[in-house]
């Protein structure tokens, strides 16, 4: 079993930069696959980002260049560095892990943290 807990988030102006956390709990979480999704109101779910083990990354075209995803695997954290923040980045962001490799498809992932609140202002 692996337990995830978001931290960080917040109100940012468009234009500014926050980072959300995710720190995984469990004997294995540090060799899970993990990612970032989020939710707008009234939306569906959205992959963000991706990080497997081994630091190979992947990002929903429209945060490239904006948004990194990190981890320290020793710490079993995970990092979303967001800067150049715009108001569509506004949804509750939600960390996940799985041990079914990287990708934008929600199934692969079996774990699931509460979300954080990022709102970005314009």
């Known amino acids: 079993q692996v337990e995830l807990v978001e931290s960080g988030g917040g109100l940012v102006q468009a234009g500014g930069s926050l980072s959300v956390s995710c720190a995984a709990s469990?004997?294995?979480?540090?060799?899970?696959?993990m990612a970032w999704f989020r939710q707008a109101p009234g939306k569906e779910r959205e992959f963000v980002a991706a990080?497997?083990?081994?630091?190979?990354?992947d990002y929903v075209d429209s945060v490239l260049g904006r948004f990194t995803i990190s981890r320290v695997n020793a710490k079993n954290m995970m990092t979303l560095q967001m800067s150049s923040l715009k108001p569509e980045d506004t949804a509750v962001y939600y960390c996940?892990?799985?041990?079914?490799?990287?990708?934008?498809?929600?199934?692969?992932?079996?774990?699931w943290g509460q979300g954080t609140q990022v709102t970005v202002s314009s």
């Open positions: 990080i497997n083990w081994s630091g190979n990354t």
């Open positions: 469990g004997r294995t979480a540090n060799t899970f696959d």
């Open positions: 996940a892990a799985g041990g079914a490799g990287i990708g934008a498809r929600g199934d692969l992932y079996l774990y």
